[in-house]
């Protein structure tokens, strides 16, 4: 596994004071709640694969091991959930958006959109611009262990800009997309991008 390093690209410019970086109807929260739209899968990492897809074409599959492997960033940032919590100063490790395109060859957006799989059935979709430039990551470990399964282990994105029902959990396979589709909460009336600073809860919003 090569060396962890520190990156500042996901830090909220924010940063003079805790309310300034608490978006608007947000409160700041001390636990981690576990929110979830079903019960929590039971991955074992030996059991778990990520699948990156471009189409009907498969980019690369990955093992635990082999996850592992690849350039691992560590990162702290502030997150916060639609249901008002946000949490600050969050300790996440895993590999970003632009270095899981770097393990396949690819050196810029193929397509504009992501449909995130997960366990459960679960989707969530997200414009491709969201994760790269060192805005999102798949992440494999919080505040040093690994994740729990109650948030989102073995690997879940993290997206800490958006929303964080889109940092989806128990990541699987990661779709390439030429045009948007809603993912599981965004066809159920959550909106399609989530912006925190805007409070884009639900549709309309």
């Known amino acids: 596994m090569d060396e962890a390093h520190i990156s500042h690209g996901f830090r909220s410019k924010r940063q003079t004071q805790a309310k300034d970086r608490v978006p608007p109807g947000q409160y700041v929260t001390a636990d981690f709640p576990i ?4 019960p929590t899968p039971q991955i074992k990492v030996s059991d778990w694969k990520l699948a990156l897809q471009l189409g009907g074409s498969l980019l ?17 940032t502030d ?4 249901t008002k919590w946000s949490k600050l100063d969050t300790t996440w490790q895993g590999v970003t958006f632009d270095d899981l395109l770097k393990a396949v060859g690819l050196s810029g957006p193929p397509e504009p959109y992501v449909m995130a799989h997960c366990g459960g059935g679960y989707t969530t979709n997200i414009p491709l611009a969201d994760l790269i430039g060192g805005k999102g990551m798949v992440a494999t470990h919080y505040d040093g262990l690994p994740i729990a399964p109650a948030h989102g282990g073995p690997a879940r994105l993290l ?8 940092s989806a ?8 997309m030429p045009t948007d589709e809603r993912g599981f909460w965004e066809s159920l009336g959550y909106h399609n991008y989530g912006d925190p600073w805007k409070e884009q809860r639900y549709d309309g919003d």
């Open 159 to 166: 997206v800490p800009h958006l929303y964080f029902w889109k």
């Open 169 to 176: 959990k128990w990541l699987r396979r990661i779709r390439l």
């Open 79 to 82: 997150i916060h959930c639609v």
């Open 60 to 76: 690369g599959v990955w093992t635990w091991e082999a996850f592992e492997a690849l350039p691992q960033t560590t990162i702290k």
């Open 35 to 38: 929110l979830s739209a079903g």
